[in-house]
């Protein structure tokens, strides 16, 4: 069976304990001292009140302290015991008794015992149980088995266990893989925190354990729980710092832009696949940015405005109705891909809102560019000169 990720500990809340075993103390050695009669049996009744106060304190002692103190702690209310009765001399009217010293010993180490029994009686139920909610959240899928789809209601999130999950988009009746989750990686989260329908279907591109964790439970377990939530705020730190990388992409751009002045570069695009040579002009010079390039829409669509370059496409779509622009910033000109559903490749190099990066430099000279996948039909040559 696979490990189980998350492994919370518990916390007792033992300064409670500690200070009534304090008191505890306190009070079995006054009384224990107490000037009185000198019972007469083994379970005479102040036999029975001693072995019942060392019991108690005992009791307390592993309750109030963690593993070996605890053992510590009942050692020294034994020692207590011990004391107590050495010390009858010094008391009016009390004296040793080995019978009472019997019973304070043994109230001692029944009182321990017995709370040694229960905690192990309940740290065994607790792991039962814990193994048993374990099995109920471990999902096995074969492979091609779907364990969501696109718009599906979100309820819980999922860790990867073994094996692999592929995020399929639909794209106009076809599944397009747009990310592939591996083990003790984290898929889901955002739709659950947010309590939004899910983006996209999960598919086991493999045989595959997934665990599942609803958001309450994730709450909960925020105190005790380094993963998921550690491989969350992983995942989220992950991509803010893809955005401010960007932004100081950008930002450096913006200086050497000013420092450049007015240098510019003439860029021309055309057709490099024959798909494309029989849809657009052979070249099409590019004065104006940004210039965008999508898919021209059908009449059952509604406009979208800054398209200025449209392309026919037919069923299942490659283009996105705007899939990418080409910007300049000071002497550089870009690509940029933050709408499209199957992404760009930039020479050799994917962008789009599901890629580590959106953002893409053209070099001086030729540059290939294609839409909607690798296998695309839909190849540019953008020239800077």
Same mark, same amino acid.
């Given at each position: 069976?696979?490990?189980?990720?998350?492994?919370?500990?518990?916390?007792?809340?033992?300064?409670? $304990?500690?200070?009534?075993?304090?008191?505890?103390?306190?009070?079995?050695?006054?009384?224990?001292?107490?000037?009185?009669?000198?019972?007469?049996?083994?379970?005479?009744?102040?036999?029975?009140?001693? $072995?019942?106060?060392?019991?108690?304190?005992?009791?307390?002692?592993?309750?109030?302290?963690? #593993?070996?103190?605890?053992?510590?702690?009942?050692?020294?209310?034994?020692?207590?015991?011990?004391?107590? =009765?050495?010390?009858?001399?010094?008391?009016?009217?009390?004296?040793?008794?080995?019978?009472?010293?019997?019973?304070?010993?043994?109230? +001692?180490?029944?009182?321990?015992?017995?709370?040694?029994?229960?905690?192990?009686?309940?740290?065994?139920?607790?792991?039962?149980?814990?193994?048993?909610?374990? =099995?109920?959240?471990?999902?096995?899928?074969?492979? #091609?088995?779907?364990? $969501?789809?696109?718009?599906?209601?979100?309820?819980?999130?999922? &860790?990867?266990? =073994?094996?692999?999950?592929?995020?399929?988009?639909?794209?106009?009746?076809?599944?397009?893989? &747009?990310?592939?989750?591996?083990?003790?990686?984290?898929?889901?989260?955002?739709?659950?925190?947010? #309590?939004?329908?899910?983006?996209?279907?999960?598919?086991?591109?493999?045989?595959?354990?997934?665990?599942?964790?609803?958001?309450?439970?994730?709450?909960?377990?925020?105190?005790?729980?380094?993963?998921?939530?550690?491989?969350?705020?992983?995942?989220?730190?992950?991509?803010?710092?893809?955005?401010?990388?960007?932004?100081?992409?950008?930002?450096?751009?913006?200086?050497? +832009?000013?420092?450049?002045?007015?240098?510019?570069?003439?860029?021309?695009?055309?057709?490099?696949?024959?798909?494309?040579?029989?849809?657009?002009?052979? =070249?099409?010079?590019?004065?104006?940015?940004?210039?965008?390039?999508?898919?021209?829409?059908?009449?059952?669509?509604?406009?979208?405005?800054?398209?200025?370059?449209?392309?026919?496409?037919?069923?299942?779509?490659?283009?996105?109705?705007?899939? $990418?622009?080409?910007?300049?910033?000071?002497?550089?000109?870009?690509?940029?891909?933050?709408?499209?559903?199957?992404?760009?490749?930039?020479?050799?190099?994917?962008?789009?809102?599901?890629?580590?990066?959106?953002?893409?430099?053209?070099?001086?000279?030729?540059n290939l560019v294609t839409v909607g996948g690798v296998d695309s039909p839909?190849?540019?040559?953008?020239?800077?000169?």
């Open positions: 069976m696979p490990a189980h990720p998350i492994r919370p500990k518990a916390k007792p809340h033992r300064r409670h $304990f500690l200070f009534a075993w304090l008191i505890g103390l306190a009070l079995v050695f006054v009384l224990t001292l107490a000037a009185g009669r000198t019972p007469a049996g083994w379970l005479a009744f102040d036999r029975l009140l001693h $072995f019942a106060g060392f019991a108690v304190v005992g009791a307390l002692a592993v309750l109030a302290l963690p #593993g070996w103190l605890s053992f510590l702690a009942v050692a020294g209310v034994v020692a207590l015991g011990v004391v107590t =009765e050495i010390f009858q001399n010094s008391v009016l009217g009390r004296a040793p008794d080995p019978v009472d010293l019997y019973a304070n010993i043994m109230g +001692a180490m029944t009182g321990a015992l017995v709370i040694y029994a229960v905690l192990g009686i309940a740290g065994w139920w607790r792991r039962r149980r814990a193994n048993a909610d374990d =099995e109920r959240r471990q999902i096995e899928l074969a492979a #091609g088995d779907v364990l $969501f789809h696109e718009g599906d209601t979100s309820r819980e999130l999922y &860790i990867v266990l =073994e094996g692999e999950i592929e995020i399929v988009k639909d794209n106009e009746g076809t599944g397009m893989v &747009i990310g592939l989750v591996r083990p003790r990686e984290v898929f889901g989260e955002m739709a659950c925190i947010q #309590g939004r329908p899910r983006y996209a279907a999960a598919r086991a591109r493999v045989d595959t354990v997934v665990y599942s964790l609803s958001p309450d439970e994730l709450i909960d377990a925020v105190d005790t729980v380094q993963f998921p939530l550690m491989a969350i705020l992983r995942n989220l730190v992950d991509r803010l710092r893809q955005q401010n990388d960007k932004l100081a992409d950008l930002a450096a751009l913006t200086a050497q +832009a000013a420092a450049a002045g007015d240098a510019r570069s003439k860029v021309t695009l055309k057709p490099h696949s024959i798909m494309l040579k029989t849809l657009m002009p052979a =070249e099409l010079p590019i004065e104006r940015f940004p210039f965008s390039i999508g898919r021209r829409r059908r009449d059952n669509e509604k406009a979208i405005a800054a398209v200025d370059l449209m392309i026919d496409d037919a069923p299942p779509f490659r283009i996105s109705r705007c899939h $990418f622009q080409l910007k300049r910033l000071g002497n550089k000109l870009l690509i940029t891909d933050e709408l499209s559903k199957l992404g760009t490749d930039v020479n050799g190099t994917r962008i789009g809102k599901f890629e580590r990066s959106n953002v893409a430099e053209l070099k001086p000279g030729a839909y190849t540019f040559q953008i020239e800077v000169r």
